[in-house]
């Protein structure tokens, strides 16, 4: 337990009545640390938000969460929303040039529920023939607005023709990931004859595994997103394992940081440190006051940097906005809009992890310095 003084001699140390220009003195050998803090944080919370999105984006603009060879109405949990759909090819013949684009044949009201809350659209209101959704992307390229007209040639595989067909744009939907959506339309299930499969939509978050086992126990071929799709949901795996080559790096610059931070308060400190132990204070004791006072540094450095890097984070999606209207194939393989999912236990376990390592190192600093013999 520490004396009375002692927690005086801590409280003064760490800047308690010693006035502005002494906190900032005592915080620049760490001003790199809170830096990397906040850059490092600021990739966290961007790479766990872009990678969320990503995951979530290929069950929505892809086959569902899960997708079945026949209908699982009967077994899928309340919550999900289960859709019937056609898929094929087809040629879109526009004023503004040509596009082959992949094609789902959908039935009305597959966008609403939880597509509508989770993509941005923009319907035509007015009377449609064959109204297709496009995406933005296709809806840029074509120079395509809701209500326009154009012909569709819709390839029949199992007739091995072609049928072309007079189409309205019905709606545009904003391309979240160009990988997947850029070049996918949504057209009357009606205009396809291929065979229907059908699409569940698990809400976000939720594990597709147990409903998998489920469906194949009761005779229900089906797939998850993440097979079907395998090489783009290997894009979410390798970003999230980022993420800890990020909190290892935060842990060993914290260490370097915090241990010169600790040498400079000793060379700072020489003088009261003699004078502690003039008056009779133990060594061991001493180095007890040095540890808490460079530990107390290292973790406000730790914090704030961490504050900052995901307040800036928030900006990240405007950021990603601009460049995806400047340079879009630059962003090809990311979602080009997100919301900002702040991972609270890993931004925990990295400033958890820096302060271990910290005192480890603040540990031995104190040990090896000769101030205190």
């Known amino acids: 337990m520490l004396s009375e003084a002692g927690r005086l001699y801590i409280s003064r140390k760490r800047g308690k009545g010693m006035g502005k220009r002494y906190l900032v003195t005592s915080m620049l050998p760490l001003v790199v640390l809170l830096a990397v ?19 979530r984006m290929i069950a929505v603009m892809g086959s569902g969460t899960l997708y079945a060879l026949s209908d699982p109405s009967d077994f ?8 019937a759909v056609r898929n094929g090819s087809a040629l ?9 684009l992949e094609i789902k044949g959908i039935e009305e009201g597959y966008f609403s529920g939880m597509r509508s809350d989770e993509l941005e659209m923009i319907w035509h209101e007015g009377e449609a023939v064959n109204p297709v ?5 296709s809806s840029a390229s074509l120079s395509l607005s809701p209500g326009d007209r154009f012909t569709m040639l819709v390839w029949e595989e199992n007739e091995g023709r072609a049928r072309p067909f007079l189409c309205t744009v019905g709606g545009v939907f904003s391309s979240v990931y160009p990988q997947l959506d850029s070049h996918l339309a949504f057209v009357p299930a009606s205009l396809l004859s291929s065979e229907a499969g059908y699409e569940i939509l698990l809400p976000a978050g939720d594990d597709p595994d147990s409903l998998l086992a489920l469906l194949w126990d009761n005779g229900i071929p089906c797939e998850t997103y993440r097979t079907m799709y395998s090489s783009l949901y290997s894009n979410v795996l390798s970003s999230v394992g980022i993420l800890y080559v990020i909190l290892l790096a935060v842990a060993l610059l914290a260490a370097f940081f915090s241990s010169d931070a600790a040498h400079f308060y000793i060379d700072r400190d020489r003088k009261d440190i003699k004078e502690l132990l003039i008056l009779g204070m133990e060594r061991k004791q001493v180095r007890s006051l ?3 006072i460079a530990l107390s540094f290292v973790t406000a450095a730790c914090i704030c940097g961490c504050i900052i890097g995901t307040a800036l984070a928030f900006l990240s999606p405007l950021l990603l906005r601009f460049i995806s209207r400047t340079d879009p194939a630059l962003l090809e393989y990311y979602v080009t809009s997100f919301s900002i999912d702040v991972p609270f236990m890993s931004l925990s376990l990295m400033v958890l992890l820096s302060l271990l390592v910290s005192s480890l190192s603040v540990y031995v600093s104190m040990r090896r310095s000769r101030a205190f013999f």
Do not use: C, H, M, N
Not at 92 to 100: D, K, S
């Open 133 to 137: 959704v496009i995406s933005s992307s």
């Open 92 to 100: 879109i013949y526009a004023e503004g040039g040509t596009a082959a």
């Open 37 to 55: 803090s906040a850059a490092l944080s600021f990739a966290l919370v961007f790479i766990s938000s872009v990678s969320s999105q990503i995951d």
């Open 290 to 292: 040095y540890f808490r």
């Open 76 to 83: 899928v949990p309340p919550e999900a929303e289960v859709s």
